[in-house]
């Protein structure tokens, strides 16, 4: 999936016209933007939201994910209460330190879908995994630790709180280091645990010449897919997390090359250049982004 788009647990407005956005899956928060008073109210309209939309599903239902409180805050237990019956596609959990907190929000999922008499395993997992220092240090711990889990992605607001920086950008409007090392060991935790990298939010959402260029550059490195905050964000990171056709003949074109060459095949010439098993992979990725794209 290209785009993720949070959207306020508590905002009925938000919630209607999230599901018209064009984004690729919906990132129903209960967490950051839902004021404590305010978290019944919102874990009661997310689950009456993906009930309807359960109800009246059609091809173009968004994916359903729902951003639940962090391990230890004390909601979480209430959120899944809430939410797991009514069949999300899956569950983000934010503040996420280490594989083993994959693991437990995995076995808390479980005896929900038990109780609501759901396959165990149907919920997938989603984690945020850089919000803390603490999780920056340990994003490569989750590798095999659960079927559930999807994708890991970074978050730089709730990571400079913790560290206690003062803006997490330079003078030039570039990460500083620290960022680029949570952003970093977050594609290589994920490639490390066979799930998808997704990068962070563009907080300047009126700037659409800067979210183009943060997407040019996460789909350079690797990102399969990117968060956004606002409707207005999701045609761009739909149109740049799309394959290009040339991207898409090429990718074709190497994998019918090994095809042609049979099991054995080790390295290959295509147009003077060489090609080898890394680009085969690399082709296969690209195909599949393709067809979750809807263009093949
Ligand atoms: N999902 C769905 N609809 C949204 C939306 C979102 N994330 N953000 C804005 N909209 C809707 C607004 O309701 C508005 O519709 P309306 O005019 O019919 O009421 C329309 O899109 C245009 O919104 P706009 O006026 O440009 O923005 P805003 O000032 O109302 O809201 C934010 C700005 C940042 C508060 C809002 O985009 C938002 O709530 N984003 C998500 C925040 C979040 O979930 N953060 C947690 C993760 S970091
Ligand atoms: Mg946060």
Redesign the pocket.
């Known amino acids: 999936m290209r785009s993720y788009?949070?959207?306020?647990g508590d905002?009925q407005?938000?919630?209607?016209?999230?599901l018209t956005?064009g984004a690729d899956c919906?990132?129903i928060?209960l967490?950051?933007?839902v004021s404590a008073s305010q978290k019944p109210v919102a874990r009661q309209m997310a689950r009456d939201f993906i009930t309807d939309a359960r109800k009246n599903a059609a091809p173009d239902t968004p994916g359903l994910v729902v951003?639940v409180n962090p391990l230890g805050s004390g909601m979480v237990e209430d959120d899944l209460a809430a939410i797991v019956a009514a069949r999300p596609d899956g569950v983000l959990l934010p503040k996420c330190e280490h594989g083993a907190d994959v693991q437990n929000l995995s076995a808390l999922i479980a005896v929900h879908e038990a109780e609501a008499g759901m396959a165990e395993g149907q919920t997938d997992i989603h984690a945020l995994v850089t919000e803390t220092a603490k999780g920056t240090l340990n994003a490569g711990t989750y590798a095999s630790v659960s079927d559930r889990l999807k994708t890991l992605s970074w978050?730089g607001?709730d990571l400079s709180a913790d560290i206690g920086v003062e803006t997490n950008r330079d003078e030039n409007g570039h990460y500083t280091d620290l960022f680029r090392y949570a952003r970093t060991v977050t594609l290589v935790g994920a490639a490390a645990a066979g799930v998808e990298a997704v990068d962070t939010?563009f907080?300047d959402?009126?700037n659409q010449d800067g979210l183009e260029s943060e997407c040019r550059d996460a789909v350079r490195d690797g990102f399969s897919g990117k968060?956004?905050?606002?409707?207005?964000q999701v045609e761009v990171i739909n149109r740049i997390f799309t394959p290009s056709d040339a991207a898409v003949e090429k990718a074709r074109r190497i994998v019918e090359l090994f095809e042609q060459a049979g099991e054995d095949a080790g390295v290959l010439s295509l147009d003077g250049q060489m090609i080898d098993r890394p680009h085969l992979k690399q082709s296969l990725k690209i195909l599949e982004r393709a067809r979750m794209a809807g263009i093949v």
């Open positions: 788009l949070f959207v306020p905002s407005r938000k919630l209607e016209k999230s956005s919906l990132l928060d967490e950051d933007s951003r978050g607001e939010v907080v959402f009126r968060m956004a905050i606002h409707p207005s």
